[in-house]
T-cell receptor
Framework: GQQVMQIPQYQHVQEGEDFTTYCNSS?????IQWYKQRPGGHPVFLIQ?????EVKKQKRLTFQFGEAKKNSSLHITATQTTDVGTYFC????????????FGQGTELSVKP | DSGVTQTPKHLITATGQRVTLRCSPR?????VYWYQQSLDQGLQFLIQ???????AKGNILERFSAQQFPDLHSELNLSSLELGDSALYFC???????????????FGPGTRLTVT
């Protein structure tokens, strides 16, 4: 079945270092969404990418959607302790409307 | 605050029991989704309702059922509970109209279910 895979599962960085998480889908996606879940919190929508090769920035966060629309990445420049949490990518299930398939997430910890 | 509310926040119950989790979507959102999050399984989609009708189903057990009411709030019923059902249950809502396009989802704070 359709799968969305994320790597790495865990990432520990020193504050100020960069961080990247990668998302790969087994099928072409119409769009991809990214969510962040803080420890003890709930997933919060960050961004949606729709176009092939699209790049979007939110302050220190850069999101990319691959040319083939099967992969995506999230890059954080100069991490801060406020970046701690689990980052999920999610893609729509083919022909099932709003149903999203979430990746397993990348848990980011930042050492001050 | 996402605008999605869930009750109760915590629930502790015994094996074999039945519980009901409640969710109120953001104002104006017609779609409601239920997810189960456990440590080893990540975010698992259970079921989606759109304007009162079931729209998509995930890996939802037969012991679990859900419905969406005319006022758009939704309930997730879990019966014959087992230890393995202990997890965080999230409700999310979106403006999704049921077409192929997927809108961003807004998650509630979750209900933490502990089965003892």
């Amino acid at each position: 079945g359709q799968q969305v895979m994320q790597i790495p599962q865990y990432q520990h960085v020193q504050e100020g270092e960069d961080f990247t998480t990668y998302c790969n889908s087994s099928t072409t996606l119409s769009n991809i969404q990214w969510y962040k879940q803080r420890p003890g919190g709930h997933p919060v929508f960050l961004i949606q990418l729709v176009k092939s090769g699209e790049v979007k920035k939110q302050k220190r966060l850069t999101f990319q959607f691959g040319e083939a629309k099967k992969n995506s990445s999230l890059h954080i420049t100069a991490t801060q302790t406020t970046d701690v949490g689990t980052y999920f990518c999610a893609g729509p299930k083919h022909n099932q409307g709003g149903k999203l398939i979430f990746g397993q997430g990348t848990e980011l910890s930042v050492k001050p | 605050d996402s605008g999605v509310t869930q009750t109760p926040k915590h629930l502790i119950t015994a094996t074999g029991q039945r519980v009901t989790l409640r969710c109120s979507p953001r104002s104006g959102d017609l779609s409601v989704y239920w997810y189960q999050q456990s440590l080893d399984q990540g975010l698992q989609f259970l079921i989606q309702y759109y304007n009162g009708e079931e729209r998509a189903k995930g890996n939802i057990l037969e012991r679990f059922s859900a419905q969406q009411f005319p006022d758009l709030h939704s309930e997730l019923n879990l019966s014959s509970l087992e230890l393995g059902d202990s997890a965080l249950y999230f409700c999310a809502s979106s403006a999704n109209t049921g077409t192929a396009y997927s809108y961003e989802q807004y998650f509630g704070p979750g209900t933490r279910l502990t089965v003892t």
